[in-house]
């Protein structure tokens, strides 16, 4: 089973930077794709980042630019750098990871917080 776990949230000042992790056991090769999602308090789930098996990535209008995903295509990581942090960039942040078998793997969420 995987179970992806987030790590690298915490509280930052507007125009800082934090980097986000999401670790799994298992091999990198059974994952499809791997994506980055945030709720912000009282709004919807939205998709941040998703970066495909073969390298190709696609990000939200609101981070293109200052955020970049990557992952280790060895094992199941993945990274989401986040610079030039906005206050609206306040939310919990979800790895999800799209297995072979079009199975969803969600973590339990970081928080970030970021302070004008």
């Known amino acids: 089973q995987v179970e992806p776990v987030e790590s690298g949230g915490g509280l930052v000042q507007a125009g800082g930077s934090l980097r986000l992790s999401c670790t799994a056991s298992?091999?990198?090769?059974?994952?499809?794709?791997m994506g980055w999602y945030r709720r912000a308090p009282g709004k919807q789930l939205e998709l941040v980042a998703i970066?495909?098996?073969?390298?190709?990535?696609s990000y939200a209008d609101s981070v293109r630019g200052r955020f970049t995903i990557s992952r280790d295509i060895a094992k199941i990581a993945g990274y989401l750098q986040m610079d030039s942090l906005k206050p609206e960039d306040t939310a919990v942040y979800y790895c999800?990871?799209?297995?072979?078998?079009?199975?969803?793997?969600w973590g339990q969420g970081t928080q970030v917080t970021v302070s004008s």
């Open positions: 999800n990871l799209l297995d072979l078998r079009a199975n969803n793997h």
């Open positions: 298992g091999s990198g090769d059974s994952i499809d794709t």
């Open positions: 970066i495909m098996r073969d390298g190709g990535t």
